[in-house]
């Protein structure tokens, strides 16, 4: 079981797309968790039922809508791709578009599951529509009163009458029916769309758009990374270098151990690499106000073809004996 567990935390560890499918089920788990959970209470009374069962069926799906969308990674790398200014990056409205698409896609799981449950249950069908049944067989009573009061079971009015049960089944088995064919509505539209899509779209287009929506959010992730590992190593310079200003000097005479050569200056060298030249503050936010105003242009020919030494080894009378790259 831990192995099977190790391996699904290693799919949505492995990439952003993974992550937000994963949390978009896990969001989907939670409602129907707080459906179980909810203490449902129909008031019984013809002016609210239906106002209430409207509640419960709208409020909670667009909550977990928009938290979908909050937590949904897309919903980010979109944003900054539409508002940034162009500088030297062209933008595409294609990545835009689906990102917009695969954001809105994940947002819905979790509201769909919270309708398809309230459906299949039926206690809010049956709340909302009890009064909506053909109360021809009940003349001479308040027909609207005892039809608003069938979703309560404790009520005394049918105490001992088969009437409630009768209505409630009756009521549940159009609200299963809607909620089977929104789910097989869904399905086939998910399905239909699978197989006709390649037709009407230009598969190698698609492949383009979704390679470079995935840069982006690469992109992102690596530059967060960076100034991470710069922030730490600027501010250990910074303390460091507090610490040293208030040291007052002391010069003290050892002898040099033969087994340390150079370990200072090895790790000054590797802490100025991964700083970047990039020592003071007016450096860091020139560097951050033009990565968002002018992010660098998708073209990498420089760095991957940087000038190489080339070591010849030539004998004394020199002729080339070989040569390292």
Known sequence: VMERLKLVLQYFQSNSESISNGICIIL??????????????????????????LGVMTVPPIILFFLGVLVNRHTGVMMDEWMRPTGNRSKNPAVVKYLFS?????????PMVWILVTLLDGKIFICAFSVSVDPALFQGLDVIKIMAKVPCREDVIFKNSSFRKAVSRYVRCHSQAVGWSILLFLIVLGAMGRLIKPC???????????????????????????????ARDFARKCVVQFFEDMREDTVLYLPHPPFISNFREDWEEEEEERLHGITKQQQVDKLL???????PELDVTRISHRPKTCVTWEDREGNTLYSDV
């Open 28 to 53: 989907a788990l939670v409602s129907v968790k707080l459906y179980t959970s909810f203490d449902f209470n129909c008031p019984c009374l013809p002016q609210y039922n239906k106002l209430y069962s």
């Open 102 to 110: 695969a954001m809105i896609q994940r947002a819905l799981l979790a």
């Open 200 to 230: 009407f779209d230009d598969h190698a287009t698609f492949l383009q758009t979704r390679y470079w929506s995935n840069y982006l959010d690469v992109e992102q992730k690596l530059f967060d990374e960076t100034c991470v590992l710069h």
């Open 289 to 295: 106000n033009k990565w968002y105003y002018s992010k």
